[in-house]
């Protein structure tokens, strides 16, 4: 049975908001490059040749990106409005519209993310675990379906 890979990297750690700020402009801070660089060599290590990388239009999710790209030499980058903030039944969505890609990285947010790998994996997205910042989880499903509880962790890595 052939198999399709989703790789989710949740953002690592960013600068507090600042007054008058959107939480969307939060960049980085010094550990979460850090983190993101880490994320990437570890990426690189695990032989992570993603079809496609989608992020969220969040500054901290675009870095995070940028720097864990910078390490496996990636080019399809695409940003995806609908990540940032998303429930699970959006990130379902987004995974959907990219349903010609055998291996995604989607690069986003908490609680979207652990909710997500719960619902894939124990087809409940109510007992998310948790994902910490620059945190993968690198899940193998049958290709074509998305459904809830069919998901298998293959490493869940954090720095």
């Not at 945190?135 to 954090?158: D, H, K, Q």
Request: glycine content about 8%; some cysteine; aromatic content about 6%.
């Amino acid at each position: 049975m052939s198999t399709r890979e989703i790789i989710l990297l949740r953002h690592a750690h960013a600068e507090s908001v600042m007054p008058g700020q959107d939480d969307i402009a939060r960049v980085l801070s010094l550990r979460g490059e850090a983190e993101a660089d880490a994320a990437g060599a570890w990426l690189k290590k695990h032989a992570a040749t993603p079809d496609r990388v989608l992020y969220s239009p969040a500054a901290r999710s675009r870095e995070t990106c940028e720097r864990v790209l910078a390490t496996l030499g990636y080019t399809d980058l695409r940003s995806e409005a609908r990540i940032y903030e998303a429930t699970p039944a959006t990130l379902l969505r987004v995974l959907d519209d990219h349903a010609d890609a055998a291996s995604i990285l989607l690069v986003g947010h908490n609680p979207g993310l652990e909710n997500l790998v719960a619902l894939m994996t124990e087809g409940a997205s109510d007992s998310g675990r948790g994902i910490p910042p620059a945190g993968v989880v690198w899940m193998i499903l049958p290709a074509g379906s998305l459904e809830p509880g069919t998901a298998e962790v293959r490493y869940f890595w954090w720095p």
